[in-house]
């Protein structure tokens, strides 16, 4: 009896399960197996259609003859470079209809003209004309005939479905001279870009930890730049640091602060006078690092500021009692709370922001020295269309973000450890 | 000690002073003022001036007069004397200085004595600071964004810093970039598309998670442990390299171009949150409920519809409403998979716009306006529900 109802119980939990777990293994997972076996294939953007035998039907009377008709097919392959094998053709016709003269691909029987045109290389064009009469000389009605469609079938090579593998793709990939150049940049942008947004969200946490008038509306302006859609953002910004007639570029220019516009997102680099030192600074990069920080503080805000109201009381208490000072509060108290909170805060920002294309794509198109892998994986795939090079490139990025787990996790737990 | 921390206390009060000031100039410019410096050692010195003045004075009279005093006389020398501005200008630099006084009031001679007095006086301002910058790094871009929208084009042009919007124009020209992107930009089909969108996803993705939450938070079965862990990390999985694949099956399956394509793949991008979610809430209520059901022989789809789903509407409705905004919100997929104009949702619409150099950019920021107002207006209603899911992880960005 307890047998059965567990069995039972097993039998409607997978029941239940089922269909997401199909979804997301169909949309989520596959793909990322598809990934690996298309990143050894050579692959083209044009590659991918399935090529199909086409026909276009005319439909033409001879002379003044009303029951006699000449259809005109005009046939070919769909594709430029793949072949199609054994196209067979089929079209039906009124009752009324008998062929004068039969190509001898093809039959004609119950009113259906069969044919079989054999393989057509790439590119095949042919005109394939038959002529018909009513066998009791009645008017043909063309646009009628004209609306019945022929059939054609064929079968092809997918180019996704065969054998031929090749290492070619790594190879681009990683001996490319900018590779080093394209990790670095990501690399920057995603550090950069996940510690800035913790340490502003730790700001403003401790910001909106305090009772002030307006807290919770604060709460919500902060989440502004989170929820809205990244589309109106990042032209707003665009808008905003345009050199030209951008209002950033014009107030320093009112305020007298520059001379000429900087063109933030256009600009590689841009020489910073520090202490002496020239060097060169990343300007776009750095821009798109700084939307981002904007963009993504808050979730670090929202995480910390839910660790930061968890905080038992009695000990800020304990240490006003002691004579600590709001630093030493800080430091010894809030900041030990915190730090569970901000590895993991780590960790999520970091996959997501090496991961990040919309942002940098909707900025700069990952121009002046802002390609990071993700948009690579766009570029390669469907601006130089090499559909085969993109998957290569997703799969470096799925590798350095397993390497990246196996070591946080590795790190993480050896800390846990030691506690 | 005590100069020590007067010093510092009249460094950081006037440099917050300096602070808001610059942001009230910066605002006044872009209403069109002619403010072209700062001024920042005057108002510096004055600053100085109000904070030691403040404390020699301390509760000799009433913090309101002193306010009142302190403020008239900056008003007078910065707003008069120094450079001629209009009124409202000078009302606005009036009630900052009401604002600043009143914060300095609490500190008098005698709590320079007290200890950390430095640190008190630095955490309070940063408290201060902070929520100001804040506000306004954050607010302004949405702030330009809604006003460039109802600007022209020349006006936009002439002066880019010439934020004010001209009232007196009757409604239609004030409102022209709305009208010609629903008119000749389509914008009323691409509103559709991404409303089809986005509640489509939202059902669908509720219909496959409460059924697969509920199994993963009650049922007992082989590889429900597995289940649960692998849910978060393949939330994890980035879509970026799902988007290849993804492409050329759909090429070749025709979904492209479709809007049964983005349901299926926003579905399922939503689906491990949402069932994250859900199998929380479902842990919490109590079983006994359940138990009573069985015995009055109910299934495990009368135990869902009639139990499980009137007890979490609040935990539905935050994911659906999170759902909905993710799907609102989605750009890479609407990118790759939308090349037809007449298939575009709402974001692929704007960033195909741009695409073009020649679409004035009122109307770019007139689309902004329109795709952002839906998801801010849920966000502000149904923030309590939203916020305790935020926390959750949920929203992917």
Known sequence: MKDTLANTEKKTAYILTLPAVALVFAIILFPIFANVWISFKEVELKDIRIPEPRAKKIVKSISEDTSKIKILYKLRNSSLIQEIRDVSFQDKFPKNFEIKKLDPRCEFKKYILKCKFGDWPAKYRENFQVEFETNDGSKIDKKALKSIKPKLNGTSDNILLNTDFTLKNFKKVLLDNEFVDLLLTTFYYTFFGTVGSIIFGILTAQMVNQKFYGRTFMRSVLLFPYVAPVVALAYTWELLLDPNSGTLNSLLINYQIIETPINLLGQKYININVLGFDFKLRLALTTVIMFEIWRYFPLAFLFILARLQAIPKELYEAADVDGASPFQKFFNITLPQITAVISILFMIRFIWNFNKFEDVFLLTGGASGTRTLPINVYQQGFAISDIGMGSAVSIVIVALLLMFMFFYFKLLGKRVDEN | ?397
Not at chain 2, 78 to 95: R, S
Not at chain 2, 116 to 144: E, K, R
Not at chain 2, 295 to 315: M, Y
Not at chain 2, 360 to 378: D, H, K, N
């Open chain 2, 1 to 397: 000690m005590k100069t020590k921390n007067l010093i510092l206390f009249t460094l950081i009060s006037s440099s917050f002073l300096i602070f808001i000031v610059s942001i009230w100039k910066i605002l006044a410019t872009l209403q069109g003022l002619n403010i072209q410096n700062f001024n920042l050692q005057i108002i510096f010195i004055f600053g100085v001036l109000i904070s030691f003045a403040n404390l020699r004075i301390g509760n000799k009279i009433k913090d309101f007069y002193k306010s009142i005093l302190f403020s008239l006389i900056f008003v007078i020398c910065d707003g008069y004397l120094i450079q001629k501005l209009p009124l409202w200008y000078n009302i606005g630099i009036f009630l900052i200085l009401y604002f600043f006084v009143s914060k300095i009031n609490k500190y008098g001679f005698e709590n320079l004595r007290e200890q950390h007095l430095t640190q008190v006086i630095f955490f309070d301002f940063l408290t201060l600071f902070g929520i100001l910058f804040f506000s306004f790094v954050i607010l302004f871009p949405f702030y330009m964004m809604l006003i460039t929208s109802f600007k022209t084009q020349i006006a936009l042009l002439v002066n880019p810093l010439d934020f004010s919007i001209n009232f007196s124009q009757d409604l239609k020209s004030l409102f022209k970039s709305y009208f010609v992107i629903f008119e000749s930009y389509n914008f009323g089909r691409y509103i559709l598309t991404s409303a089809i969108v986005s509640v489509g996803t939202v059902l669908i993705t509720l219909i496959f998670a409460i059924p697969a939450a509920y199994a993963i938070a009650r049922l007992n079965f082989f590889g429900k442990t597995f289940m649960s862990t692998s849910i978060l990390i393949i939330y994890m999985f980035p879509a970026i390299v799902l988007v290849i694949p993804l492409y050329t099956i759909f090429s070749q399956l025709g979904l492209r171009n479709s809007i049964e394509g983005l349901l299926i793949v926003y579905t399922a991008t939503t689906l491990p949150v949402a069932i994250y979610m859900l199998q929380g809430y479902f842990k919490s209520i109590p079983k006994e409920l359940e138990e009573a059901a069985i015995l009055d022989k109910l299934g495990w789809f009368g135990i869902i519809t009639k139990i499980i789903i009137p007890l979490s509407i609040p935990a539905i409705s935050s994911v659906a409403l999170y759902v909905f905004m993710i799907a609102w919100n989605e750009f890479l997929f609407s990118l790759m998979f939308l090349d037809n104009p007449n298939s575009f949702t709402l974001s692929r619409a704007i960033q195909y716009l741009s695409g073009d150099a020649e679409t004035p950019r009122q109307y770019l920021m007139a689309g902004s306006v329109i795709v952002t107002l839906p998801v801010l207006f849920i966000f502000v209603y149904f923030e309590k529900y939203l916020v305790s899911g935020l926390t959750a992880g949920s929203v992917k960005g």
